[in-house]
């Protein structure tokens, strides 16, 4: 019994070293990333993904189009993101979405809508709208999760494989 706990201790242990070790490298890497990144694009943010990464948020913001990326600290910065969101302005009014790429189930998703509904609410825009598209049908499921997650309006039509998203801000 007694051997059992101290193998447990000796085990949190090394577990807690391998986390520490894992949070400075992150650290290290973010401030080569940071600098690397601001060459090129505005930094709007330092963040963390739900299994705490570390990400460094960026943007390039046109007069009406937007481009939110992401970079883990996990990996050094090499001129590429890891996900985006590209988004465009309708009107004074209503923000579109035009696309989500990069890896998946890793929590860049939220980070980057996270961020784009909090540049909605500092441009007062009042609406984010999107489109779920034929080519969308085949993770449409994780699609509506994924929106209705934050908080936005989802209306599906199966029979046509298409919908809508709209999100209307506070």
């Not at 996900?83 to 009014?93: F, G, I, T, V």
Request: charged share 30%; aromatic share 8%; net charge negative.
């Amino acid at each position: 019994m007694y051997q059992s706990a101290f193998l447990q201790e000796e085990k949190n242990k090394e577990e807690l070293q391998q986390e520490l070790d894992s949070i400075e490298t992150q650290l290290f890497r973010m401030q080569s990333n940071i600098k690397e990144i601001a060459k090129k694009s505005e930094v709007i943010s330092i963040d963390q993904t739900p299994d705490e990464e570390w990400v460094v948020v960026y943007a390039d913001k046109g007069k009406n189009a937007w481009q939110i990326m992401l970079h883990s600290c996990m990996r050094t910065y090499r001129g590429t993101w890891d996900s985006a969101l590209q988004a465009e302005m309708k009107d004074d009014s209503t923000i579109h979405i035009a696309a989500i790429k990069g890896e998946e189930n890793k929590g860049y998703g939220s980070v980057l809508m996270k961020h784009l509904k909090e540049i909605a609410q500092e441009e007062n825009v009042q609406y984010i709208t999107g489109d779920l598209v034929k080519r969308d049908y085949g993770h449409v499921d994780r699609l509506q999760h994924f929106y209705q997650k934050h908080d936005f309006d989802v209306t599906i039509d199966h029979d046509e494989k298409c919908g809508e998203i709209i999100w209307k801000g506070d």
